[in-house]
Nanobody
Framework: QVQPVESGGGLVQPGGSLRLSCAASGIFFSANAMGWYRQAPGKERELVAAITYRSSTNYADSVKGRFTISKDNAKNTIYLQMNSLKSEDTAVYYC????????????????WGQGTQVTVSS
């Protein structure tokens, strides 16, 4: 599997915005469910947002109404628009381009990239 490449992280003040990008290659890109995860220090990696091959989306309760996941199949890229950022959003953000349903959740089966650091602080 090809490793995705995440970018777009940085330092932002509370209330600010960032747009993350995840570039990945592979012929199944348009057919896969994909998602963004994050991992804060001392915490487990958690799913933040997922998008299906039909572009249906779902979000963790903590980011609903603030984050938007989208994709561009022609560019093999998924995005995460993050608005109204809070200090608790601080984490390393990763994408995974092959999610499979696991009951009411998603389980990641794709490769992990290096992630991109998001720090929300004044």
């Amino acid at each position: 599997q090809v490793q995705p490449v995440e970018s777009g992280g940085g330092l932002v003040q509370p209330g600010g915005s960032l747009r993350l990008s995840c570039a990945a290659s592979g012929i199944f890109f348009s057919a896969n469910a994909m998602g963004w995860y994050r991992q804060a220090p001392g915490k487990e990696r958690e799913l933040v947002a997922a998008i299906t091959y039909r572009s249906s989306t779902n979000y963790a309760d903590s980011v609903k109404g603030r984050f938007t996941i989208s994709k561009d199949n022609a560019k093999n890229t998924i995005y995460l628009q993050m608005n109204s950022l809070k200090s608790e959003d601080t984490a390393v953000y990763y994408c995974n381009t092959n999610l499979l349903p696991d009951g009411s959740n998603w389980r990641p089966f794709g490769s992990w990239g290096q992630g991109t650091q998001v720090t929300v602080s004044s």
